[in-house]
């Protein structure tokens, strides 16, 4: 029996129009060396239904459908956990393969560097209901180099995309953390190369689509205070030790509470109960008493990052 190279990983919910566009994004694809691996956390049967006259066109592929829901990420990790393929590529059943090329291009990036810990490519996100091209995800070389120097430096932002835009070694895969909804594929990611080669492997090529609807859990995510000022400090706290002497993340801190405009400890102890960086007092401080613009220069001041954050920041 031939060895199975690439485990496409769909965990599914309900969506039976989103999710047969992504399996004949897959069954179109010229890289035929792969296995699917369907997780089905869908209350009813539809998907099930949908599964058993479905034509896999003879492709090996697994269906599971979970006892009780499981939720997102722990779905996610749920499919992971049956993939015998030597690579781990998650495909997020509303999203789909942008090419018929696509899967040989995500086998390329590991292929070809194989001291890569994980391959991406650009994604562009599509509104769903209209088709249209809402943005595209291509990171610089530049922020590419920053993460691979300090991958924390992912804390200030999502550059590599979600996890439909990666492909991950087997070997190297790092389960991700069923605490986390909003930021569960940032702090995947930072796992992955800390604790493997900080390495990451590039293709420019937009070889995946995310689709993007009003109902997704992303909508309900984006600016709920709650999820952001919690998800943020916890890995904030669970990655200390990574983040010394990196002012991007500095600036992310202040980022936030300007967003979320928060105006003391208090108000943050009402979504995170854990640790908080001492620098806390201090931005809350500077905000209070002085204008936004002075703020900004006082913390992009050298002295004051020296001070607050490249020595101790907890």
């Avoid at 900004?296 to 002295?303: A, E, L, V, W, Y």
């Amino acid at each position: 029996m031939n060895e199975v190279i690439v485990s496409i990983c769909i965990p599914t919910y309900k969506n039976i129009t989103s999710f047969e566009r992504c399996l004949t994004s897959i069954l179109s694809q010229t890289y035929n060396n792969y296995e699917i691996i369907i997780t089905d956390d869908t209350p009813s049967d539809v998907v099930n239904d949908f599964v058993v006259t479905y034509d896999f066109k003879g492709k090996p592929y697994k269906y599971i459908k979970n006892k009780v829901r499981l939720g997102s990420p722990a779905n996610w990790n749920e499919a992971i956990k049956y993939a015998s393929g030597k690579y781990i590529k998650v495909l997020h059943h509303d999203d789909w393969f942008t090419y018929s090329h696509s899967l040989q291009i995500f086998v390329n990036t590991l292929e070809n560097k194989p001291e890569a810990s994980i391959g991406f490519v650009s994604s562009k996100n599509i509104n769903t209901e209209n088709g249209n091209t809402i943005n595209t995800n291509s990171p610089s070389i530049n922020i590419i180099s920053k993460i691979e120097n300090t991958p924390a430096f992912l804390i200030s932002g999502n550059f590599i995309g979600s996890p439909s835009a990666t492909i991950f070694r087997k070997q190297n895969i790092q389960y991700f953390d069923e605490k986390l909804i909003w930021l569960v594929d940032v702090e995947a990611y930072l796992n992955i190369l800390r604790i493997h080669n900080r390495l990451l492997s590039f293709d420019k090529n937009d070889a995946i689509s995310i689709g993007v609807s009003n109902s997704q859990l992303t909508r309900e995510c984006e600016n709920n205070i709650q999820i952001n000022i919690y998800e943020f400090f916890y890995i904030l706290h669970k990655y200390k030790d990574d983040i010394l002497g990196n002012k991007e993340i500095l600036n992310s801190i202040v980022r936030l509470i300007y967003s979320f405009n928060l105006e003391n400890i208090q108000e943050v102890r009402r979504y995170y109960q854990g640790p908080l960086p001492k620098c806390l007092l201090f931005i809350f401080f500077i905000k209070k008493y002085f204008h936004k613009k002075i703020a900004c220069k006082i913390f992009n001041s050298r002295m004051i990052f020296r001070t607050l954050f490249k020595q101790n920041i907890y």
